[in-house]
């Protein structure tokens, strides 16, 4: 096996989202006159695409239009607000730039809608991760293998050669559909348990554990 790419989730494996998600799930939940959620509570509602989060957020019972003006609530809300608090994680940034150095292709593949998917990616990894996909109208989302396949197109790669990397096991899930090893990111959005039982090919402790993983691949 020889690895040429690298495919990242984003929230919860690249980027810290997790507050600015919960500031703009609790400001359409407050436009729609419903209770507020708890950050932990909208840890546990991402990863299945935007309106899963919606449906998740809003009290059980809620009517599809309601629903779906709390969705376009929040996101034309995120869309304005998806930078105030979010961040790259501790050592992200210099990972990725080893990966470019050492020539692996990088690209991000998120259940998040694809104009946030893509504004994050120029916002904070321009450089260093060279396409990003996102969640869009006819595209089925994660676990469903089509847009991580269709990333490794794009980046000219077969499955065989790349790794996808992401916090949940809906991220291993999709890897294993896409025929792709899957290393899982300790520090993201779900328990290393969560992550242990999903059975990943590794699992890191940190975003530089990516390089050893991969030369360790490629040896």
Known sequence: MHIRAAVFDLDGTLLDTLDDLTDSVNYALARSGFPLRTREEVRQFVGNGVRRLAERAVPPGTGDETLSGFLACFRAHYAENMTNKTAPYPGVCEALAELKKAGIRTAIVSNKFDGAVKGLWRRYFPDTVDDALGERDGTPKKPDPALLLEALERLRVL?????????????????????VPCIAAAWGFRSEESLRAARP???ANAPMDWIDLLKGMNA
């Open 201 to 203: 090919m590794a699992i």
């Open 159 to 179: 499955p065989g050669e790349a790794v996808y990397i992401g916090d949940s096991d809906v991220d291993v899930e999709t890897a294993r559909n896409a025929g």
